[in-house]
Antibody, heavy 115, light 113 residues
């Protein structure tokens, strides 16, 4: 059974940093692109970033470029999102998802940026 | 960026009746590889999104066959043949042809009348 478990969310002040993690199981992690998608409170879904199987290609939405970094550790079946210079508009539930087409999703980890 | 526009945004449906959601893209989603990367997702209240349909019309494992997807180019439709109580939630389309970024529709909230 495919499982994706996110962690690392929490309350952070504007300008602060957080590192989200996602541990995968039930499939060969190193064979899939991985994605992060977020959902602001009461809002729709927004794709954030994705990373190729071997980490050699990374892409992100313009609003997080230069602030967020996606990475992975295939030996640990783990996906990460380093979030720096956080803004109030980054407040959302962050989901880890398998593949470019996001075939499976985790339960999400909430991030709140507020003073 | 490709803009995805869903309609309606709110969809009250009587149990056992059909439902249909439209999704239109600002440009054709036909990829040069011959595929059309249009997915549909369901998000039940309090839950994570779940993919229902990929590449326009392919049902994901475990998805009831009352859900079907169709369309081409810029016009796509998700149909539920007979709505059940467990279908309540928000439905999103997403394009994966012209990325980055991947883009989602605004969501359609299905409720029982």
């Amino acid at each position: 059974e495919v499982q994706l478990v996110e962690s690392g969310g929490g309350l952070v002040q504007p300008g602060g940093s957080l590192r989200l993690s996602c541990v995968a199981s039930g499939f060969t992690f190193s064979s899939y692109w991985m994605s992060w998608v977020r959902q602001a409170p009461g809002k729709g879904l927004e794709w954030v970033a994705n990373i190729k199987e071997d980490g050699s290609e990374k892409y992100s939405v313009d609003s997080v470029k230069g602030r967020f970094t996606i990475s992975r550790d295939n030996a640990k079946n783990s996906l990460y999102l380093q979030m720096n210079s956080l803004r109030a508009e980054d407040t959302a539930v962050y989901y880890c998802a398998r593949g470019k087409s996001t075939s499976y999703w985790g339960q999400g980890t909430p991030v709140t940026v507020s003073s | 960026d490709v803009v995805m526009t869903q309609s309606p945004l709110s969809l009250p449906v009587t149990l056992g009746q059909p439902a249909s959601i439209s999704c239109r893209s600002s440009q054709s989603l036909l990829h040069s590889d011959g595929n059309t990367y249009l997915n549909w997702f369901q998000q039940r209240p309090g839950q994570s999104p779940r993919r229902l349909i990929y590449k326009v019309s392919n049902g994901d494992s475990g998805v009831p066959d009352r859900f079907s997807g169709s369309g081409s180019g810029t016009d796509f439709t998700l149909k539920i043949s007979r709505v059940e109580a467990e279908d309540v939630g928000v439905y999103y389309c997403m394009q994966g042809t012209h990325w980055p970024p991947f883009t989602f529709g605004q969501g359609t909230k299905l409720e029982i009348k």
